[in-house]
């Protein structure tokens, strides 16, 4: 199969490919098997017949109950759908205030300097997005070796972005790659509005122009730096948080780096 960043289809503006990614130790992130995007509720047929082609058999949907129901999943043939809604749907499951402190005292957890940024870090913290998350990553775990992924929400950018950044993260990929890759979702629905989808080429300029030090750019840094800073390392969240085993993170690697 091909290398493609960028999956066009006529429903979507923002379906990609996150493989290609190098980590620190000069692995690259498997094409074909881990996809991110917005909302899936509008393909087409052809769209259907190329998530197909594409063998993408798992389904995960970031979005909440509401949205579901509003814009529901226009599923292919042999998708599996995965409800992992980041959003608690009752109080009880929100990361609640006063517990910050608590969390501050015993995992260090930086302070942010942006208000998204701030958001960011309250999800990653929160007991409800961290059973989402803990899904995605089970069923990337006992993904079939010649089937993919795909997870979304709404516009395929802040909880799907923060999916894209804990998978990378636990893949190894450095913070400045995330949150280039972050970004360029904002370059996409630019792209969408002029019906004038970029070139692969196109992408890797605009992406090497991107600047992550400003603006939204220093916004993923709630879950990035959460996750190094305040729990010292993704294994630290991915064991003691998500609830997985050491060798859960040796298997991830070894399935989606090469």
């Known amino acids: 199969m091909t290398h493609q960043r960028l999956i066009t289809l006529d429903g979507t503006v923002n379906f990609r490919d996150i493989g290609g990614y190098e980590n620190n130790h000069g692995q690259k992130v498997r094409w074909n098997k881990i996809y991110r995007s917005d909302s899936l509720s509008s393909l087409t047929p052809e769209d259907q017949e190329k998530l197909e082609q594409m063998k993408i058999t798992v389904d995960c949907d970031l979005r909440s109950s509401n949205e579901q129901d509003m814009a529901p999943d ?4 042999n998708a599996q759908f995965v409800d992992c809604h980041v959003y608690s749907e009752d109080r009880s499951g929100n990361f609640v205030d006063e517990k910050r402190p608590l969390y501050k005292f015993f995992h260090h957890i930086p302070e942010m300097d942006s208000y998204l940024g701030q958001i960011y870090q309250d999800v990653i913290l929160s007991p409800a997005s961290q059973r989402a998350f803990s899904r995605v990553f089970a069923e990337l775990l006992t993904l079939p070796q010649d089937q993919a992924l ?3 929400c709404s516009a395929g950018k ?3 972005g923060m999916m ?3 998978i990378l993260t636990g893949l190894g990929v450095d913070d400045r790659t995330i949150a280039k890759d972050y970004l ?3 370059e996409l629905y630019s792209f969408g509005l002029k019906k004038q989808m970029p070139s692969d080429s196109e992408m890797l300029q605009m992406v090497n122009q991107m600047n992550v030090t400003q603006g939204e750019g ?3 840094k709630g879950v990035t730096a959460t996750i190094n800073e305040g729990f010292g390392s993704f294994e630290n969240y991915f ?4 609830g997985f085993t050491k060798q859960d993170l040796v298997d991830l690697k070894k399935l989606y780096l090469i």
């Open 239 to 242: 064991t003691k948080i998500l």
């Open 158 to 160: 802040d909880r799907t």
């Open 150 to 152: 795909v997870y979304h």
């Open 74 to 77: 226009r599923l292919w043939k």
């Open 164 to 166: 894209s950044a804990l």
């Open 184 to 186: 360029l979702t904002n």
């Open 218 to 220: 220093t916004a993923i």
